[in-house]
């Protein structure tokens, strides 16, 4: 019976390492699987992506404003490649549903060659995308909540959000004190996509929510109790302010 090919491994000073055919043959595939791994692929893990809206709230008309910012995070150069002249895409529709109501690339044309960019260690990509509420058909939007998702057309396609902002209505609220209002909100509203509805944002003490024989609060302390944490359609909500304020409100 002939041995198995075997690897050898120096022990001290004797004999230098023999590899026998197979474990040749291992090292060269080993060889060619890494060769052929995309470069900075391993620094794509350093890649952070973030998308965020210039408001919370806007009164139906107002342009929204989303940037969608790719940074590298890592201690080396990192260079995105993309299929297309196009960067990035953002989509907005209804929290929580697949349905869209209008697409930044939508009706848009992008040259079919790829296209690179090369971020140094620290160094940000900021991409930006004006929504005039209209929907791909051209029509104003519903007052309500709506979700934008961003994402980065290079390798992975990495994705950020949602963010959730509010179109509505614009209503004076009187102050100081305490004021109760019923909420248009949909059900499930995250309490600061509520509490961001208000400006200005320091005339907002706190927000509280008859719960059965009760009340469930919500206030910007960083150290007070929260037990608020979403509103929903019909919700008596009480509003306590230090001053005038106005809220942006679904109608």
């Known amino acids: 019976m002939r041995p198995r090919a075997c690897l050898t491994l120096p022990l001290g000073r004797r004999s230098p390492t023999r590899l026998g055919g197979v474990a040749m043959r291992r090292l060269l595939v080993l060889a060619l699987l890494v060769a052929a791994l995309p470069r900075g692929l391993a620094a794509q893990g350093a890649l952070d992506v973030t998308l965020s809206a210039d408001r919370t709230a806007y009164p139906e008309g107002a342009p929204v404003t989303l940037t969608l910012i790719a940074r590298n995070r890592g201690d080396a150069p990192l260079t995105l490649t993309f299929p297309t002249s196009q960067l990035f895409d953002v989509a907005i529709g209804p929290p929580d549903s697949p349905a869209v109501v209008w697409r930044w690339s939508q009706g848009q044309f992008f040259t079919q060659a790829v296209t690179t960019r090369r971020l140094a260690p620290g160094e940000a990509l900021t991409l930006t995308a004006t929504w005039d509420q209209r929907n791909q058909a051209g029509l104003q939007v519903p007052t309500g909540v709506y979700a934008a998702i961003g994402v980065l057309l ?41 509490a961001g509805a208000i ?9 509280w929510r008859m719960e059965g024989n009760g009340w469930l609060g919500w206030t910007r302390a960083a150290d007070a109790p929260v037990n608020l944490r979403t509103v929903g359609f019909g919700d008596r909500l009480r509003l306590c302010l230090s001053g005038p304020a106005r809220w942006i409100t679904p109608v």
Do not use: H, K, M, Y
Request: charged letters at 15%.
């Open 154 to 194: 290079s390798e992975g396609r990495p994705t950020a959000g949602p963010v959730r902002f509010v179109i509505g209505e614009e209503q004076a609220l009187p102050g100081p004190g305490c004021v109760t209002v019923r909420s248009a909100f949909p059900n499930g509203t995250p309490i600061e996509v509520v």
């Open 199 to 207: 400006s200005p944002a320091d005339a907002l003490l706190a927000i």
